[in-house]
């Protein structure tokens, strides 16, 4: 482990990688800023940059983006009340109402530290975790793969928003149904190409990211135009913190780190669900005094979803890592860029290409010391971003959207494309259908095929390998129990009232 | 399809069956099953008018491109979306969205990234 971690640190210490750190960070910062552009938007309208680079400085790139996006959706949370992304929703709750008593900069400040120290905590916790999630991952064969991602796109169902369950589960469908278009490799036969040269090699992940994300998130600004933004008052900020404040919240963000790796790990649960618990649970656990002022302008509320999202992006890095299974759309981008750079993500990233694996951990603890030390002074300046009218600014999304697809295929076609994806993932939206399992139905999808066809053939055309071996049968019987968990649950609450009906 | 694929327990064919399967048993159970229906009201103030716009405005920034070239393209492209955004002032206009183009345009050439100056001045120039 002392090994990878050195291999990590020579990678990520040369001034190129450091610089692109500190650009991912600033970058990601100012796009995870604007309302509603999140990290995966942030990340997919970065990933045509790396093209040039090598794949270990290109993740480092991209990580900063992720990390910078989060922390920019906190500033815009705290300053204008307008979260960029869910998992800053929470960090709303305790951080405008600080920001309106006219302590933007302790709320911005308390923000950056929680954050710093829950990536920290997370990056140690994964060091120690994915080496030893790869080592045992790497007796997985196919047949443990295929169920692997069926549990992974399940578990993104299981945990959408209440209501949502069934459109999670639709659009997962129609993300896998979008990665079959294109050549079929093992067979050499065109599916749903229409006879256009143009859909021969499939719809690129890139277009149907920004498509899904960034584009259609502008067009939603254009709808939602009445919901104006108000006036940031940036001026004077302080943006120190006293050492009883940081001992204050200093419990509140070491269990909050624990319990945002540990929800980050599982894949589907991610940044959101972690910082509304870490919120809820901290609620819970403060005294009566305590526990009005939240909601109110708490320190504490405001610590611990920041270290939670923070902690939880780290932990979505485990399976990603370790077992190729993105377990967010965030960490999908991610592994589709992986793939476009030729790496094949999974235990055997650890093994094949080290320098990646150790580089993108350390990177993230780089990332996190950046953001505290260069990005946090620079955001009175980088919050300026925030007044831009948004008859320029709507534009100007729009044209780095499309330039970003443009300039890695040089096909006017993608552009008419993406436009129809943006039309219809804005109806979709609209519908409350969520966009997250599409992404990453169309990214499991191709390997799920794979993995699937070499099981079937090692199997001599039989089904029975999803219950050869232990391994495979007990993922399946976890998949089988969440994908109809909200059935069970119905049938539990239906016994249990029948049965007090009869008490 | 080949005929041998056609016999094999798993072929092209397989994947896109299942997920059509699952998807049709899966939109089968939302239309049937009980659920509360979004709320639609406040999509009468939404500004319809404006993003169909823009959204045909990229459409046809994408059939001009090659044929105007990326300088022109781009510049009437988004002047044209400031001022269906709301924005009259037209030096404004030009003042945000000129200079912009042009600094892509030099990063890109700086970095080696060919952009078409448009097929209009090679015709021209024919």
């Known amino acids: 482990m002392l090994d990878g971690l050195l291999l990590g640190l020579t990678t990520v210490m040369t001034l190129h990688n450091l610089l692109l750190v500190f650009g991912g960070c600033a970058a990601g910062t100012l796009i995870g800023m604007l309302p509603g552009l999140g990290p995966i938007s942030a990340i997919a309208l970065m990933i045509p940059i790396t093209y040039g680079f090598e794949p270990a400085s290109g993740m480092i790139l991209l990580s900063g983006v992720y990390y910078g996006a989060i922390f920019g959706g906190s500033t815009s949370s705290i300053l204008i009340n307008a979260p960029g992304v869910a998992g800053t929703v929470a960090t709303a709750f305790d951080g405008y109402p600080l920001a309106q008593k006219g302590l933007a900069g302790k709320a911005l400040a308390l923000a950056a530290w929680s954050s710093f120290a829950g990536g920290t905590l997370a990056a140690l916790m994964l060091v120690m975790a994915a080496p030893i999630l790869a080592k045992l991952s790497l007796g997985f064969q196919s047949a443990d793969y295929f169920v692997l991602m069926l549990l992974g796109l399940s578990l993104v169902s299981a945990f959408s928003p209440p209501g949502q369950y069934l459109k999670s589960l639709l659009m997962t469908c129609l993300g896998l149904m979008l990665s079959t278009v294109g050549t079929d490799l093992s067979a050499g036969v065109q599916r749903f190409t229409f006879g256009r040269m143009d859909l021969i090699d499939g719809i690129s992940f890139l277009l149907l990211a920004m498509g899904t994300f960034a584009l259609a998130e502008a067009v939603m600004m254009v709808l939602k135009q009445g919901e104006q933004t108000k006036p940031v008052q940036l001026d004077g900020m302080d943006l120190r913190l006293s050492a009883q404040e940081l001992k204050s919240v200093a419990p509140v963000i070491t269990r909050s780190s624990v319990l945002g790796f540990l929800i980050g790990v599982l894949p589907g649960a991610g940044a959101t669900i972690a910082s509304f618990l870490a919120y809820g649970f901290e609620r819970n656990l403060a005294l009566d005094d305590e526990k009005r002022q939240f909601g109110q302008g708490s320190l504490k509320g405001l610590a611990a979803p920041e270290t939670a999202n923070n902690a939880a992006c780290t932990g979505s890095f485990v399976p990603l890592l370790t077992l190729g299974i993105p377990g967010s759309g965030t960490t999908a981008v991610l592994l589709g860029a992986l793939i476009a750079y030729g790496i094949q993500p999974g235990p055997r990233l650890f093994v094949d290409e080290p320098g990646v694996f150790w580089s993108v951990i350390v990177s993230m603890y780089v990332g996190n010391v950046i953001l505290l030390f260069l990005n946090l002074p620079l955001i009175p300046y980088i919050a300026k971003l925030l007044q831009i009218p948004r008859q320029f600014l709507i534009p100007s999304i729009m044209f780095f959207s499309l330039m970003g697809v443009y300039l890695v295929s040089f096909n006017t076609f993608d552009i008419q494309m993406m436009v129809i994806i943006a039309t219809l993932a804005v109806t979709l939206r609209l519908l409350e259908f969520p966009m997250a399992p599409l992404l990453l139905g169309f990214i499991l999808g191709g390997m799920l095929e794979d993995n699937l066809r070499r099981a079937i053939t090692l199997g001599d055309g039989e089904f029975s390998f999803l219950i050869e071996r232990p391994v495979t049968l007990v993922l399946l019987g976890i998949t089988a129990l969440v994908l109809f968990n909200p059935l069970l649950r119905r049938g539990v609450t239906w016994l249990l009232e029948r049965r007090a009906g009869k008490l | ?126």
Do not use: K
């Open chain 2, 1 to 126: 399809m080949d005929f041998w694929s056609e016999e094999e327990t798993f072929n092209a064919r397989s994947l896109p069956y299942l997920i059509a399967l699952a998807g049709a048993l899966i939109a089968g159970l939302l239309l049937f099953l009980p659920s509360e229906d979004p709320d639609t009201s406040a999509l009468v103030d939404y500004q319809w008018r404006q993003a169909a716009l823009l959204l045909f405005l990229m459409s046809g920034y994408g059939a001009v491109l090659e044929w105007l070239g990326f300088l022109p393209a781009t510049i009437t492209f988004l002047c044209l979306s400031c001022a269906v955004l709301g924005e009259r002032r037209i030096l404004v206009i030009l003042a945000a969205c000129v200079p912009l183009v042009i600094g892509f345009w030099l990063l890109m050439d700086s970095l080696g990234i060919y952009l078409d100056p448009g097929r209009w001045l090679i015709w021209g120039s024919q």
